[in-house]
């Protein structure tokens, strides 16, 4: 019994190869015994997973039993088996595919409401980042949805000459006025201007406008009794501070007028208080309305002055014009792509003896397929509310070079199997042969950019949301595109010919050469000399790797030619050079009256104003100075500024007690309603039904010489180090650059944390697809080996760490797995005797 159904056995496998083998020879123009002998070896290892051996020949169970039903469901089921019934089932009814193909094309229309929007500032910090933290509690000090917003207008004269001269200076401000007062935009049929969201800030560029005064009255009058000092001018018993507008200095004139010698900036800052998301839009438009006028202002030739503008909304609109220039490189890879894909195409159709007018139509939609992909990603992300920002620009080019791929593979492989079978079977041996390797590779691809759209980094998630979408909307249409085109195509491939001159000529030189590399592969020598190659290239990889610096180098975010760079320069080189604040927020309420909690407050104060860097305590905007001045001076007298009845009466000076500070809040109200105060209010949240009426507040400190980056992160991590030593303050720092210093700070253990956690997802899909302990460590290996060399060798290139490299190695670990994913399973699933 068992000899007569192992002899059955036998000679079905005998049949069932011969017949492969048969359809082998008769596309390819070979038959040999050999080629049957390697059909009927590898229809057994797909039937079992394994080499045939005589042990599992031998052992035969009852054709009755249900433990041989069993065995027989499980044979049947198998990866490979899953795609030749999904295969066969797309050849029957291909127009439904087709049809389905056309839903999700109609997707691509979302991209009509397409708008490119970045977020430069914020978008390239992680959501976890103390930046964030310091960014909220300022929000929430301010009372307003977004961080304080500000415009800056740089102003300079054209022929390098001194700002302070009379009627350069009267020009400033004239501008000035104009940008304050008079320049409105239409947002939303309603007319917005600077003092529809200035808040407490309307007045903040008055210095500047009480200088020129000042510079002029003293010009016309060389007597009178002050002098126009830099950097704080005291004028009529107040002090005048110029280092906040007026840079480039320099100082040292004997004239009894002014100490200014040159000044080579003048500097307007316009700061807004933004209480809701229109009122940002708003701000944003008005913002872009200087752009445009400042730089009209500066192409006329009868103006003395040139001026440059920054803002956040400037530099967005700036990456969005220069992201649109990517179209033509676009198109340039794009045609590139479809010579390559049709001289391709047509090439192997010539090889197999199948070329025909339809085989364009092959080449044309595997050209197409990337391009669908890229048009329903973005569409579909459109429709669905989802922000589409600059990186998402470079996806297109890299869908290009990876989406391809698939139909590649799925058009070689029906070109090679045997044509007397129908459409439905030919597709099914198609995806059965390549549908597991694609789906291996896309399953691959998506979940490292779906790794990196979970990361902290938002606009590094939608890049890579988008980059996924896009490769699994390119296996999608592969599937349901591709293959039913190939089945209505293929119906005169089935001709029987002849081997052409191409396989005649070229198929024996490329077995051979086949052999040779092999035969080279396989040989002790070239193991040597790969490992050696290999770890030299690993230790200057991992050294690379280990010593790149994160740096943000505006340089390479903004566009080469736009006019932003210049205004970028110059702050860095000279304003933050001369002034350089940061806001510390005190979130408690402090009894001023108490001498402890008020020696605890002046002396946290003070250890910011000890730091080398800072500029000094004359410098430091702190309205608790100014209050404990007025007490003692002006408000010893009691005298109300809103009160035109009010007598001026003598108070007896407050008297100092034991345990307390000799002030208290009684005339914060007086302090705050003088006209030379009431700047302060903007420092303070006030609630006077309560004991303590100052609930939280904030002040300035002034610093200087942060020129670089490493300056700027040093001095930053001080400040955070000062209000981590006062937890009874509850308080916290704010630095406009705050975002970017995290940045860089997490930017390194951001993108190691990323490419481990990859590492780890492409092991356990290897292990789920390709089955087999050695490839799969090879596989996560040689991924590894890509990742670190691009970053390694990348730092030898002096390229620093930053957003764009990071997105770099996802993308390298994303065409990485493309390789070894394919080279991997074809090695795990081929003959066990013709390994190597």
């Known amino acids: 019994m068992e000899e007569g159904t192992s002899l059955v056995n036998s000679g079905e496998h005998r049949r069932r190869a011969s017949e492969s083998a048969d359809d082998v020879a008769t596309s390819s123009g070979l038959s040999t015994r050999n080629d049957v002998d390697d059909s009927e070896a590898q229809l057994e290892t797909t039937k079992t997973g394994n080499a045939p051996s005589s042990h599992s020949q031998n052992r035969i169970f009852l054709p009755g039993s249900k433990m041989s039903e069993f065995l027989a469901n499980l044979r049947g089921f198998s990866l490979s088996g899953l795609f030749c019934l999904w295969g066969e089932f797309i050849g029957r009814w291909p127009a439904a595919f087709l049809i389905a193909s056309a839903i999700m094309i109609c997707l691509s229309g979302g991209m009509h409401g397409l708008k490119l929007k970045d977020n430069v500032r914020d978008g390239y910090t992680a959501r976890n980042s103390r930046s964030r933290l310091e960014s909220t509690i300022y929000r929430e000090f301010l009372g307003s949805e977004g961080d304080p917003v ?154 003395k002055m040139e001026l440059l503008v920054l803002g956040a909304e400037i530099v967005d609109t700036e990456m969005n014009k220069d992201s649109r220039r990517m179209i033509p490189y676009f198109i340039v890879g794009f045609t590139f792509m479809l010579g390559f894909v049709f001289t391709s195409v047509g090439l192997s159709a010539y090889y197999y003896s199948s070329f025909t007018y339809r085989i364009l139509i092959v080449s044309a939609t595997c050209t197409l397929i990337p391009c669908l992909a890229i048009t329903t990603t973005l569409g579909l992300s459109t429709l669905v509310g989802n922000r589409t920002n600059s990186l998402m620009l470079i996806m297109p080019f890299l869908i290009m070079g990876i989406g391809v791929n698939d139909a590649f593979l799925a058009v070689h492989g029906w070109m090679r199997e045997a044509r007397r079978r129908t459409e439905a079977e030919r597709l099914g041996k198609i995806l059965e042969d390549v549908g597991p390797s694609i789906t291996t590779t896309t399953f691959t691809n998506v979940i490292a950019f779906l790794i990196g759209c979970f990361g902290p980094t938002e606009e590094i998630s939608i890049f890579c949301l988008g980059c996924a979408m896009a490769l699994s909307f390119s296996y999608i249409y592969t599937i349901t ?39 080279i592969l396989a040989s002790k020598f070239a193991f040597f000399i790969l490992l050696l190659g290999g770890m030299v290239y690993w230790s200057f990889g991992i050294w690379g790797t280990v010593s790149m610096s994160a740096r943000l180098d505006t340089d390479k975010i903004l566009p080469i030619d736009t006019p932003i760079r210049r205004p970028h320069r110059i702050v860095e080189r000279l304003v933050w050079a001369e002034y350089y604040p940061v806001t510390v927020i005190v979130n408690k309420p402090i009894d ?65 007690k034991p345990g307390k500070s000799g002030i208290d809040y009684s005339k914060l109200a007086h302090f705050l309603g003088s006209p030379l105060e009431k700047h302060h209010r903007a420092f303070l949240h006030l609630d006077y039904n309560q004991t303590i009426p100052v609930r939280s507040f904030s002040f300035m400190i002034v610093c200087n010489n942060q020129t670089t980056w490493d300056d700027r992160i040093n001095v930053m991590l001080q400040w955070r180090e000062i209000a981590d030593r006062y937890p009874s303050l509850n ?31 492409m092991f356990v899909v290897c292990m789920v697809f390709i089955q087999n302990p050695v490839s799969v460590v090879l596989a996560t290996l040689s991924i590894a080996s890509i990742s670190f060399g691009v970053m390694g060798y990348l730092s030898f290139w002096h390229l620093e760490l930053d957003p764009v490299t990071l997105c770099s190695v996802l993308i390298s670990i994303g065409q990485s797995v493309d390789f070894v994913a394919h080279t991997t399973y074809h090695y795990q699933v081929g003959l066990p005797l013709r390994k190597i």
């Open 592 to 656: 001023i009256s108490d001498i402890q909690q008020y020696n605890t407050l002046m002396n946290f104060v003070q250890e910011f104003e000890r730091l080398p860097s800072n500029k000094g305590a004359n410098f430091t905007m702190f309205w608790l100075r100014a209050y404990e001045k007025y007490f003692n001076g002006v408000g010893a007298e009691d005298f109300d500024y809103f009160d035109e009845n009010t007598e001026v009466q003598k108070s007896s000076e407050t008297e100092k």
């Open 481 to 519: 595109l591709l293959c039913p085109i190939l089945s209505y195509c293929a119906h005169d491939w089935k001709k029987r010919t002849r081997p052409n001159c191409m396989q005649t000529n070229i198929q024996p030189f490329a077995r051979k050469l086949n052999k040779l590399v092999a035969k």
């Open 731 to 761: 308080a916290s720092v704010w630095n406009v650059n705050g975002m970017f210093v995290d940045q860089m700070l997490l930017l390194k253990p951001l993108t190691f944390e990323t490419c481990v956690v990859t590492l780890v997802c």
């Open 150 to 303: 500000m415009t800056t207008v740089l102003m300079l004269a054209k022929d390098n000459g001194s700002m302070h001269r009379l009627d350069y200076l009267a020009d400033a401000v004239q501008q000035l006025v104009h940008l304050s007062n008079n320049l409105s935009v239409t947002v939303d049929a309603h007319t917005v201007g600077y003092r529809r969201f200035c808040g407490h800030y309307c007045d903040s560029n008055l210095p500047l406008l009480y200088f020129y005064q000042a510079l002029t009255d003293k010009t016309h009058n060389p007597v009178a009794p002050f002098r126009v000092d830099y950097p704080i001018a005291h004028l009529k018993g107040n002090d005048l501070h110029l280092e906040r507008n007026l840079f480039g200095v320099r100082t040292g004139s004997k004239s009894n007028i002014t100490n200014i010698e040159y000044v080579e900036l003048v500097s307007a800052s316009f700061l807004a208080e933004v209480k809701t998301r229109e009122d940002m839009d708003k701000q944003g438009a008005w913002e872009l309305a200087v752009f445009d006028y400042c730089r009209e202002y500066s192409q006329n030739p009868d103006n």
